[in-house]
């Protein structure tokens, strides 16, 4: 059993960076492939970044990628989301989620088994 901890959202302007944090508890993180989902209101809730067990690769979202970097500290059991160049549109609750080997999609929320109860990240512009 994994338990999972988002921290870090809040209100910024756009062009601002945030840094998410996701501490896991229960069992070892550095077994499992960790990713980051996004919901915004009145939206399907959508991938945006993953990192791999055993060889740290890293997957993104086009809408993200170059401006979200995500890694791992697996001295502390934490992952984070580096975000910045915030847009409007990044706007969401923002979800980790954790998974043994995922062998699917890792783009599809239910590959995951355990989440966290999400931080708000709200860009005005």
């Known amino acids: 059993q994994v338990q999972l901890v988002e921290s870090g959202g809040g209100l910024v302007q756009v062009g601002d960076s945030l840094r998410l944090s996701c501490a896991a508890s229960?069992?070892?993180?550095?077994?499992?492939?960790v990713g980051w989902f996004r919901q915004a209101p009145g939206k399907e809730r959508e991938f945006v970044a993953v990192?791999?067990?055993?060889?740290?690769?890293?997957y993104y979202a086009d809408s993200v990628k170059g401006r979200f970097t995500v890694s791992r500290d697996n001295a502390k059991n934490t992952v984070y989301l580096q975000m910045n160049s915030l847009k409007p549109e990044d706007t969401a609750v923002y979800y980790c989620?954790?998974?043994?080997?995922?062998?699917?999609?890792?783009?599809?929320?239910?590959?995951?088994?355990?989440w966290g109860q999400g931080t708000q990240v709200t860009v005005s512009s």
């Open positions: 990192i791999r067990w055993g060889t740290g690769s890293t």
């Open positions: 229960g069992r070892t993180y550095s077994s499992y492939e």
């Open positions: 989620a954790a998974a043994r080997g995922i062998v699917g999609d890792f783009r599809r929320s239910y590959e995951y088994d355990y």
